[in-house]
């Protein structure tokens, strides 16, 4: 008892004196951030730490393909098509010590982006290969197929879409509305329709958002006729917008009620029982994945380039600004002085971090009354290495983490 009573006596002290061991390890376990939005809650690091030069902290080579990073307790997690084969990755996040690696059984380079929870990380190869894999060690626990044991063909340009864990749920953007299959078994909740079929052209390339909707869960699927919210609990649809987009790429946007969905015809649009409500729509914004930051919205404005439309060189070469706009409006606030070759981006501490598709990463202000960039840096310090950065920069524990196409997955630290 005199133990126990000494320890509560400490511990007020302890944590006055040492509140980092109990602080929480940062993490970023899914595409887009904890939150699915792009924005990182961390504050503890330096705006101006790309000035003078990128300070690299390691650099490591996983693979082709544009599978962003995924990081939980101090390892990262990525896939690339490492000697023809898929691979799974597990790295320091810290140092790129690799912790291991596992090859599974597809030949496609990686467009997914895995997710992990827990003692299990989960990923999607491009031909629909869903693995569940532990984490301490890269055992598969469970395998599934899209095709065979759901049957739900592969898109024209392959699987995309990230998964997403969910309370209970492993969400994916497959047949009809979404899919939701158990996280601890690989089997199926629900479908919102088995045996879809998905018409030349189309594919599902945008990632589920979860949301609250009149009381309900529900998951936002922007599938390949139809942007729908459905009950998580049940699979039912509650709501749903018909859309005629070839290749619905960007994840929906949420405040409330509202969403904004951009594309080259950019829509914001109010979820009603029954019904849907446009209140704005206009050609003011349609770069992919953009993030939202009181009230506005900032991202790459590609207009109506297509990115099926384009050979590499000309979509690497063209001039986009990044934009600023209202998020209630539609209305262009700012664009960039100089055109950036397209540009993916995160945000923390309301700064932007832009990486474009050359390696060129820049810090930018968060605000809508003008461009500013803070710092900037070539995340390969001039190296002649191949220069298709289309994934977007991850920031966590004050490290900033850039890969590109070929396979370079570099690590810059921006710690203050």
């Known amino acids: 008892m005199k133990k126990r009573s000494l320890f509560l006596v400490w511990l007020p002290a302890l944590l006055l004196i040492c509140p980092s061991i109990f602080a929480q390890t940062p993490s970023w376990p899914r595409w887009r951030g904890p939150n699915g939005d792009g924005i990182s809650g961390e504050t503890a690091w330096n705006p101006e730490g790309l000035k003078g030069g990128a300070k690299v902290a390691w650099k490591v080579d996983i693979g082709f393909g544009f599978s962003d990073v995924v990081i939980q307790d101090g390892r990262l997690y990525t896939m690339g098509l490492a000697k023809g084969k898929w691979t799974f990755h597990c790295l320091d996040a810290k140092n790129g010590k690799r912790f291991w690696q596992r090859t599974l059984d597809s030949t496609q380079d990686p467009w997914s982006t895995p997710c992990v929870e827990a003692d299990r990380v989960y990923g999607l190869s491009k031909d629909g290969t869903l693995v569940c894999l532990r984490t301490s060690n890269g055992k598969l626990i469970w395998k599934k197929s899209l095709k065979e044991d759901f049957g739900i063909p592969m898109p024209s340009y392959g699987w995309a879409s990230s998964p997403i864990v969910e309370g209970p749920m492993l969400l994916l953007s497959a047949g009809k509305a979404g899919l939701a299959l158990d996280k601890m078994t690989g089997a199926l909740v629900w479908a919102s329709s088995r045996g879809y079929e998905?018409?030349?052209?189309?594919g599902y390339y945008a990632t589920p958002v979860v949301c609250d909707f009149e009381g309900k869960r529900c998951?936002?699927?922007f599938g390949e006729l139809y942007f729908s919210a459905v009950d998580l609990a049940t699979g039912k649809q509650v709501w749903t917008c018909g859309h005629h987009l070839t290749h619905p790429m960007n994840d929906p946007m949420v405040s409330g009620t509202r969403i904004f969905v951009a594309s080259p015809e950019t829509r914001l649009l109010e979820m009603a029982q029954g019904a849907r409500r446009t209140i704005w729509t206009n050609a003011n914004f349609s770069g992919p994945n953009p993030v939202l930051i009181d009230g506005f919205v900032y991202g790459s404005h590609t207009g109506f380039l297509s990115f099926p439309s384009l050979a590499w060189d000309q979509y690497e070469a063209a001039a986009i600004p990044v934009r600023c706009v209202e998020f209630t409006t539609g209305k262009v606030m700012w664009d960039s002085p100089e055109k950036i070759p397209f540009v993916s981006i995160c945000a923390s501490a309301k700064k932007l971090i832009l990486l474009d598709v050359h390696g060129t990463l820049r810090i930018v202000e968060a605000s809508p009354a003008v461009y500013r960039e803070i710092s900037c840096a070539d995340v390969l310090g001039?190296?002649?290495?191949?220069?298709r950065f289309m994934v977007p920069p991850v920031l966590?524990?004050?490290?900033?983490?850039?890969r590109n196409y070929a396979g370079d997955l570099v690590c810059i630290d921006v710690r203050q």
């Open 198 to 202: 998905v018409s030349s052209g189309y």
């Open 219 to 221: 998951g936002l699927f």
């Open 382 to 387: 001039g190296a002649n290495r191949p220069r």
């Open 396 to 402: 966590c524990g004050g490290r900033i983490y850039c």
